[in-house]
């Protein structure tokens, strides 16, 4: 093989590697594909695509019950649900059990937590009538 084959193969191989570290920087950046609803008494997600992290608060009294459909479809999704004191009274991944129903024991405001990474998945929270 000669210099100039040599120089031509080393220049396609790291032009291969920057392509794979291209694709893998921009396939991990924070984005959401898919429908979003944030009322006072719900927070539904119905995820094509996600990246990152999503936040939503809802007011909610002593007594009160949370109904959860969570469901993950693709790739890695982790809800955590806080107590007013920063306590979480629920984390999970949405693999085991789907839907499933939380008793309020404290009146306050609860935070929602989402991360998902390459994420394809359900995440229905509301207050039960």
């Not at 984005?31 to 992290?53: C, H, Q």
């Not at 107590?83 to 085991?96: F, L, S, W």
């Not at 839907?99 to 990474?117: C, H, K, P, Q, W």
């Amino acid at each position: 093989m000669t210099k100039r084959n040599k120089a031509v193969l080393a220049v396609l191989g790291l032009l291969v590697l920057a392509g794979i570290f291209v694709f893998r920087f921009c396939s991990d950046r924070e984005g959401f594909t898919g429908s979003r609803v944030k009322n006072p008494d719900a927070y539904l997600l119905d995820i094509k695509k996600m990246n990152g992290t999503d936040l939503h608060t809802l007011e909610l009294h002593k007594e009160d019950v949370l109904q959860i459909r969570f469901e993950t479809v693709k790739g890695e999704l982790y809800m955590e649900i806080k107590a007013p004191d920063g306590t979480a009274i629920y984390r999970g991944n949405g693999k085991e059990t789907t839907d499933f129903n939380i008793n309020i024991l404290e009146s306050g405001v609860y935070t929602i937590v989402v991360e998902a990474r390459h994420a394809k998945g359900t995440i229905y929270i509301q207050l039960k009538e």
